[in-house]
């Protein structure tokens, strides 16, 4: 699986981002995707996940409630709506795809990474 992430930026805190993430190359619909972020100087942490077939979602607590993962199986793609953002938000985030779920040492597939800064 091939995963290209896109639409992160630099906002202000409180302020509203969604970030793609558009799979190619394997047969998007059997795979569970998540996110995850990775701060300068941290290491990578667990954001949301989605179940294959969209019917489950999971979140880190330091995003619940202000995140949502979703899927089209028909596009192909996951998203990430981020919403009420904050400082501590900042990070590069990552698609990642795997047939297993989302642990991080069993992730076969990762996109490339897009970054999100936000400003106080």
């Known amino acids: 699986v091939q995963l290209q992430a896109s639409g992160g930026g630099l906002v202000q805190a409180g302020d509203s981002l969604r970030l793609s993430c558009a799979a190619s190359g394997r047969t998007f619909s059997n795979y569970h995707m998540s996110w995850f972020r990775q701060a300068p100087g941290k290491e990578r942490e667990f954001v949301a996940a989605i179940n294959y077939s969209g019917g489950s979602t999971y979140y880190a607590d330091s995003v619940k409630g202000r995140f949502t993962i979703s899927r089209d199986n028909a596009k192909n793609t996951v998203y990430l709506q981020m919403n009420t953002l904050k400082p501590e938000d900042t990070a590069v985030y990552y698609c990642?795809?795997?047939?297993?779920?989302?642990?991080?040492?069993?992730?076969?597939?990762w996109g490339q990474g897009t970054q999100v800064t936000v400003s106080s």
């Open positions: 990642a795809a795997d047939r297993s779920g989302w642990d991080i040492r069993r992730i076969n597939y």
